[in-house]
């Protein structure tokens, strides 16, 4: 940890917004390394991943929140609840929203949530390369009244339009404070984490009958064999064997496809060549196991 300098501002801020509004985009625009699983599948983001943004004035800790949801199995549970405690230590919250959809019951179930914390929040308007500046005011006019937010901030996470304005408030209303981490670190979670998020990515893109939450990736072992080759085993969990068959798929094609994609991935992350072994298993309901739910990876400090 550095010196504290008086000047240097940092803190831990939540991303929360309903499914798909955004927040893997933003969190990867703003720490500039895929970190955070994206897709168009609502509620991939399953843990807590920290993006870390470090300058010469700031350092900014970000906890990207499962998307919040009612809960129906234990699962859910855990995933709101490990949401939720998130906002307990952070020094400020943005709280995404899509310009290209209306105020809805996930918003408001979030909104409820919010009204709770002490934390400054700001709005964060995503998608506004999609809608025209003139809609904004009614679409802001959505929101104003349900929170105090201390700033409405449009935005577009995929275009990049006004993140660094964002990033700018925040830095200015972080207090003065240490830098946590070191200057090269983006991100808290061990490869293994990143290498099964990869993993768990391709599942999804390529298979996309499939449920998102009844897949779990479990990285087994990530061996480096010498200097320039590292050898990965991972588990794709799955509760039935229909599930099993369409990632399996014909004669082994789509294995093998997530495979290949997953692999070039974790070799860019890794910077090295990587032999990936993936088998699937059949768990039959693991979702309502919570003992199992900590072996694959569903890890919280309250349980
Ligand atoms: N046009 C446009 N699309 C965006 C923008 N930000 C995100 N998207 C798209 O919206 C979809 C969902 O983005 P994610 O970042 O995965 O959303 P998320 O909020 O993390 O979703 P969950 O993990 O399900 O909670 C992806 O297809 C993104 O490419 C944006 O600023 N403009």
């Known amino acids: 940890m550095d010196t504290l300098k008086a000047d240097f501002h940092s803190g831990f801020v939540a991303i929360i917004g309903r499914p798909n509004v955004g927040k893997s985009t933003l969190l990867n625009y703003v720490v500039g390394q895929k970190v955070a699983i994206m897709s168009n599948v609502a509620q991939t983001t399953r843990n807590k991943i920290q993006g870390i943004y470090t300058t010469n004035e700031a350092q900014i800790v970000f906890i990207d929140t499962p998307g919040i949801h009612k809960p129906q199995t234990k699962l859910g549970d855990f995933m709101e609840r490990s949401a939720l405690s998130a906002l307990d230590e952070v020094d400020a919250i943005l709280f995404v929203v899509s310009a290209t959809e209306k105020r809805g019951p996930g918003d408001n179930f979030i909104i ?67 830098q946590y981490y070191p200057t090269d670190q983006v991100s808290d979670h061990p490869e293994r984490f990143v290498v099964a998020e990869m993993i768990r990515e391709k599942v999804f893109l390529l298979t996309r009958q499939e449920v998102p939450h009844s897949v779990a990736i479990d990285v087994t072992s990530i061996k480096r064999n010498n200097e320039e080759t ?40 890794l910077g090295d060549k990587v032999y990936l072994h993936l088998w699937v298993k059949v768990v039959p309901g693991w979702r309502d196991k919570n003992a199992m739910l900590k072996d694959y990876g569903y890890r919280s400090t309250d349980y």
């Open 112 to 178: 409820e949530r919010l009204k709770k914390v002490q934390q400054p929040i700001y709005l964060v308007i995503n998608k506004i390369d999609q809608v025209h500046p003139n809609d904004l005011p009614e679409i802001v006019a959505q929101y104003n009244d349900t929170l105090p937010f201390k700033k409405v901030i449009p935005v577009s996470a995929l275009q990049g339009n006004n993140v660094n304005g964002l990033i700018d408030e925040l830095v200015d209303n972080l207090p003065v404070g240490p």
């Open 230 to 269: 590292i050898e990965v085993d991972a588990n794709i969990i799955v509760e039935r064997p229909g599930q099993k068959g369409i990632i399996i798929g014909k004669k082994g094609s789509m294995l093998k496809e997530i495979g290949t994609q997953a692999r070039q991935d974790i070799e860019r992350l």
